[in-house]
Each structure stands twice: as C-alpha cells, then as structure tokens.
C-alpha cells in the first residue's frame, strides 16, 4: 500500500509542474556512449553558477578531476534548488531520473526509496576505507530506510541570525539573547524605517524557519519531531502560539514588506545589499560572508550572527538547540545503465567535498573535519565549536515530514505570513493532513 502511496505522492498535483518543466529533460538516455566511447553519466544538480558559486566551481573541479582520472563522461544539467524539487518530482512520476542527482534525507527520500527509484549505497562506503569512518556520526543514518542508505550527505547546515554590525551599531542595538529582547530590536529597527529582517515566503520553507524556532523554543526541542513520530498533534498550543507569534512581527513590521510573494534569493538580495538588518538562514550560505570572492570584503566585515533566542516562559530552554541537520546527499537511480560507474563517482564526489568545501567554500560538510592545520575563518570556527556544544539539532519539518506534508506546510507558511489564514487554520489543516496519513 505504502509503495502505491509514494508513487501517487509524488505524481500527485504536478500537472503544472510536469508541463512547465518536462521539455527541459535531457533528449539522450543514460548509459550512451560519447564520440570518444566513454561511458556518459547524466548529474543533475541544485548549485547554480549564479547563486551558488562556490559549490558550483568545486563540482566542476571534482568532476574534472574524475573525467582525467576515468573513462566516463559526466554531463550535468544545474537548477536552483525550488526549480530542482519540481523537475525531480517530475521525472521521478515518468521514471526518468538522472543517473545521480541530490536529495535531501528523512521523509523526503523515503517514497522515492519506497518506490524503487534508489539504490543502496553502503557498498559504496563500506568498499572505501576513506569514507568509512569519514561521517559526523547520526548524518548519513539521515538518508537510510529499513537498514539500507539511499544517499551520501555532503553537508551539515544548522540556521543562525545573521546580522549586519554596522546596522546594529548605528542604532545602539544589542544582539538579543531572549525574545522580549528581538522584539525590542525589531521595533527600533522598523521605527527608524529600516527593514528589521527579511524573509522569503513565497516558496515556504526559507520562511519556515522563523515558525520551526519558535515551535522549538515555546514548546521544547523535540515538539516537531514528536509530531512527525506520533507523540504531540500539530495542533499543540505551543505550536499555535508560534504560528500566533509569526502574525504578531508580521504586525510589528518585523518582515521585509510582501516577504510572501519573495523568493528566498529575493529576499537574500535585501541583506546582501544593505537593506535589511537581518537575515535568518542556514549555513549554507557562509561563502557569502566569508571566502566568496564575488562579495567584496568590507560587506563580510559587517556581518556577525547569533543564536535564536530564547522565549520567556517556553519550554525550550536551550539556546544552543539549533534546527538544521543534514543539507543534501548524493543519490544513484536504481534504473541507471551506468549504476556501477555512477556509485564509483559519487564516492569519489563525497570524498573529494569533504577535503575541498571547508577551504574552498567555507561550508560545512557531512564528513569530519580536522581544523587544526585549517586556516579557517574565524566565523567558521566558531560555527564549528558551536556545533561541538550543540544540546540539539532538529531536522527541518519538511524534511522530516511525508512529501505531501512537506507541501501543505510551504502553501501553509506563505499564507501564514501573508496573512491569508489564521494560526488557528494553519494548525488544523496541518493536524488533519498528518492525522489522514496515519
């Protein structure tokens, strides 16, 4: 029944999807030969040159490097991440999936396992002493289902506020360490006419974030997880009193104005450029405050970040609980024609990240890393100690969610922070999603 479930979850609702995107699939099948007679692999990928550069150039290293080093040809076709989710849906619904290509872990690799897209991977891992004992322990359990892994993460995120310094100091503001407190920076900031934080809302999940926080620090760290297992409903009032507390900056002016119709690379724009103080996000954009050597350094100079503080009276005390968890991991399509070929790359690909995004790109990866003879920035460091002292990283919602979950909660978000339904329809509609798939 479940495996009848995956495919429908996600050939479900993709219409539009599948007819805005399905004339951008490669024309050549996996497994061709190219004119040289190398064996050719199709990767698709989410690290745009344009947004993503970093990443994007160490791929394109690693896959040169293997190119020189093999017999095989490795073509990629490359989308910004909401772009990559839609056209991965699709393919997946015509059993077209690349040869290799990147998913997240938790319920959102879980129907595409249950549907026989995936094949395992430990051979891969278990066959290579270097990548053995290479992953921060609990990150690549992320992406098994019933024993076996279906993908190698190749990163770590955990979210943090990152602010502009200049910003803060012209106002006399003080990173806030309780709620009252960010409440109290939100209105100096929004008085003197400038945008407190932005936030991108259109697509849900970059939004997400300031619900997942405050979900953690009103009802304890483990509130959404224990949805996702059974153990709590959705509809708990601490969850309600998050989704309240969203309306309540909405209000306050806390967001960049009409942050539900901004792409997260919108919203990105308005801290890159000065115009918001603050910015909520993951990890995985250190390179922009750090090494990326398309942002200029005075910018890097003014950007700090702190931990989301924490709320008076909420459960959640900690505030060294972040939400975060595995980025995206490497899978190989059960179909491919060049399996064999495709696992020995993703290997090779996993290897090789671990060794070059910490110098490369200033991002964290899933495999340990030894600092000691690292020159690292010193906000990587830091990030990397705090990490060390972490009381608890919980996995994003919607990746631990069912796909179909996971897609009521981006609508849901981006009409929370609109204003378009109340807190009180934005836990009841998620209660009975969840409660319909148990």
């Not at 990173?175 to 409440?183: F, G, L, M, N, S």
């Not at 009103?218 to 297992?229: A, E, R």
């Not at 901004?262 to 724009?269: I, P, Q, T, Y």
């Not at 796909?403 to 909660?409: D, F, G, Q, T, Y």
Request: with cysteine; aromatic share 10%; charged share 25%.
């Amino acid at each position: 029944m479940f495996k009848k479930k995956a495919f429908a979850v996600i050939a479900s609702s993709l219409m539009v999807a599948s007819l805005a995107l399905v004339g951008c699939s490669s024309s050549s099948s996996s497994g061709d030969s190219n004119s040289e007679g190398d064996k050719v692999i199709k990767f698709m990928h989410l690290w745009p040159e344009g947004s993503s550069n970093a990443q994007f150039s160490i791929v394109k290293d690693i896959i040169e490097e293997y190119e020189q080093e093999h017999d095989v040809k490795i073509e990629t076709e490359i989308l910004n991440p909401d772009q990559y989710r839609e056209k991965l849906k699709v393919l997946a619904s015509s059993n077209e999936l690349p040869d290799i290509g990147m998913t997240w872990s938790d319920g959102f690799i879980k129907p595409y396992v249950e549907g026989d897209m995936l094949a395992p991977l430990d051979d891969v891992v278990d066959e290579n002493a270097e990548l053995k004992d290479a992953f921060i322990p609990g990150v690549k359990e992320s992406y098994a289902v019933d024993g076996k892994t279906y993908g190698l993460p190749l990163e770590l995120n955990i979210s943090y506020v990152f602010y502009n310094k200049e910003i803060f100091e012209k106002y006399n503001l003080e990173v806030p360490k309780t709620y009252e407190e960010y409440k109290n920076v939100v209105k100096t900031l929004a008085d003197n006419d400038v945008i407190p934080a932005t936030v991108g809302a259109k697509d849900g999940w970059p939004a997400s974030f300031w619900f997942m926080y405050l979900a953690d620090r009103i009802g304890g760290s483990t509130i959404l997880t224990d949805v996702i297992d059974g153990t709590a409903k959705f509809d708990d009032p601490s969850i309600l009193k998050a989704a309240e507390e969203i309306q309540n900056l909405v209000d306050m002016g806390g967001f960049v104005k009409g942050a539900s119709a901004l792409s997260n690379d919108d919203a990105k724009g308005y801290f890159m450029n000065e115009q918001a103080a603050m910015f909520l996000t993951a990890t995985w954009e250190l390179p922009n405050y750090t090494t990326s050597p398309d942002v200029t350094q005075e910018f890097k100079d003014k950007v700090g970040y702190f931990k989301f503080p924490t709320y008076e009276g909420g459960k959640g005390t900690s505030i060294d609980s972040y939400v975060g968890g595995p980025g995206v991991g490497l899978f190989v399509a059960e179909d491919s024609e060049v399996k064999e070929e495709a696992k020995d790359f993703v290997g090779y690909l996993v290897k090789r990240w671990g060794e070059k995004s910490v110098t490369d790109a200033g991002v964290i990866p899933a495999t340990k890393v030894d600092t000691d003879s690292l020159e690292l920035d010193p906000m990587y460091i830091e990030i990397l100690d705090d990490l060390g002292s972490a009381s608890n990283v919980t996995t994003y919602f919607d990746t631990q969610s069912s796909p179909a979950v996971s897609e009521l909660h981006h609508d849901l978000v981006t009409a929370l922070f609109g204003k378009q339904i109340t807190p009180e329809e934005f836990v009841n509609q998620h209660a009975e999603e969840i409660a319909s798939e148990q």
